[in-house]
């Protein structure tokens, strides 16, 4: 399905729109991945998007949407799911360690089967709950896509990220009321819109620092 010209070109138009600059064989390899994801998802139902064109604004363009936000060098992907936005992010950005945390069985076999089928070395795959993740060398940013609210989602996660790093959060439209209800302990340093080629529906991206360490045990670079 993915494999056709027609998706190829498809892809590539919608990231020439975006302004990005992706590979050619880059963009084949993000059309494998929605390969195995439209063929693992007739079993273990991964996603309800199941439309190709869709998929791939749903899935990869809406991913690559938050690539101007991502430094450092360790990335977390709390809650990946299907590997979003993860494996797309990965896949771009070579030079950085992703690792995909889930707690769900399924989920997790299918990321490491995308892994293993791709050849991707800058990812790692753990099946873990977020808050029983410790002793591991702090992350540059920690991002999810749609896992929880705001506030659960900074405080499930406070202990992972680095003093200097950045929490990342996907969201529909402006969350207003979830960023009243950010804890104490952290900032909010900018709301920034998304533009995805091909969706009508609003996006946009949270992003949180730390402001004072406190109380709150945060582990250092190794």
Same mark, same amino acid.
């Given at each position: 399905m993915f494999n056709s010209a027609e998706f190829s070109q498809s892809l590539a138009q919608k990231i020439t729109v975006s302004g990005l600059i992706v590979s050619h064989d880059i963009q084949q390899q993000l $059309?494998?991945? %929605?390969? +195995?994801?439209?063929?693992?998802?007739?079993? &273990?139902n991964l996603t309800s998007v199941c439309d190709p064109e869709k998929?791939?604004?749903? @899935?990869?363009? /809406?991913?690559? =949407?938050?690539?101007? &936000?991502?430094?450092?060098?360790?990335?977390? !992907?709390?809650?990946s799911g299907a590997g979003l936005p993860g494996i797309p992010l990965a896949l771009v950005l070579p030079?950085?360690?992703?690792?995909? +945390? /889930? #707690?769900?069985?399924?989920k997790t076999r299918f990321l490491t089967h995308v892994v293993q089928s791709?050849?991707? *070395?800058?990812?790692?795959?753990?099946?873990?709950?977020?808050?029983?993740?410790?002793?591991?060398?702090?992350? /540059?940013?920690v991002m =999810?896509? =749609?896992?929880?609210?705001? @506030? !659960?989602? %900074?405080?499930?996660?406070?202990h992972l990220c680095c003093n200097d790093g950045k929490f990342l959060a996907m969201k529909g439209a402006h969350p207003t009321d979830e960023i009243k209800e950010i804890p104490a302990g952290f900032k909010l340093e900018?709301? @920034?819109? +998304?533009?995805? *080629?091909g969706l009508d529906a609003q996006?946009? $991206?949270v992003c949180v620092t730390k402001e004072q360490v406190g109380d709150i045990i945060t582990p250092?670079? #190794?």
């Open positions: $059309l494998q991945f %929605l390969q +195995l994801l439209a063929k693992w998802n007739q079993t &273990y998929m791939i604004t749903q @899935h990869v363009l /809406d991913s690559l =949407a938050i690539l101007p &936000y991502i430094q450092g060098k360790r990335i977390l !992907d709390v809650g030079q950085m360690q992703f690792v995909l +945390l /889930d #707690s769900n069985g399924k791709l050849k991707i *070395p800058n990812i790692q795959v753990m099946q873990t709950r977020v808050e029983e993740l410790k002793n591991v060398e702090c992350f /540059d940013i =999810a896509r =749609a896992f929880s609210s705001l @506030h !659960d989602f %900074l405080q499930k996660t406070q900018a709301v @920034h819109p +998304l533009k995805v *080629p996006r946009c $991206l250092t670079r #190794s």
